[in-house]
Nanobody, 124 residues
């Protein structure tokens, strides 16, 4: 069982930066693939980025490549999402997800554990 708690959301102007954190409880954090998804009002939840347990392999949605960076600290059971050059279209609730063996790493259905989400609002 894994519990996930996100933090770091807020209101920022376009072009600004935010860093989200996702703290995980439970054992063997380093064996979990971690991901961030987001959901804007009226839209479906969409994949943003994922990182394998070792931290060696990452996956990014095309819309955030070059602007967002995922990292993890397995000693602290935490995964981070550094978001730079934010755009109004990045506005959404960002949720952290975890799974040991996600079948489809970019799919919502690939993850068993989810956090409650944190709001990110980017003003123009």
């Amino acid at each position: 069982q894994v519990q996930l708690v996100e933090s770091g959301g807020g209101l920022v102007q376009a072009g600004g930066s935010l860093r989200l954190s996702c703290a995980a409880s439970g054992r063997a954090f380093s064996t979990y693939t971690m991901a961030w998804f987001r959901q804007a009002p009226g839209k479906e939840r969409e994949f943003v980025v994922a990182i394998r347990g070792s931290g060696g392999t990452t996956y990014y949605a095309d819309s955030v490549k070059g602007r967002f960076t995922i990292s993890r600290d397995n000693a602290e059971n935490t995964v981070y999402l550094q978001m730079n050059s934010l755009k109004p279209e990045d506005t959404a609730v960002y949720s952290c997800a975890a799974d040991r063996h996600p079948i489809f790493i970019k799919s919502v259905g690939g993850y068993d554990y989810w956090g409650q989400g944190t709001q990110v609002t980017v003003s123009s």
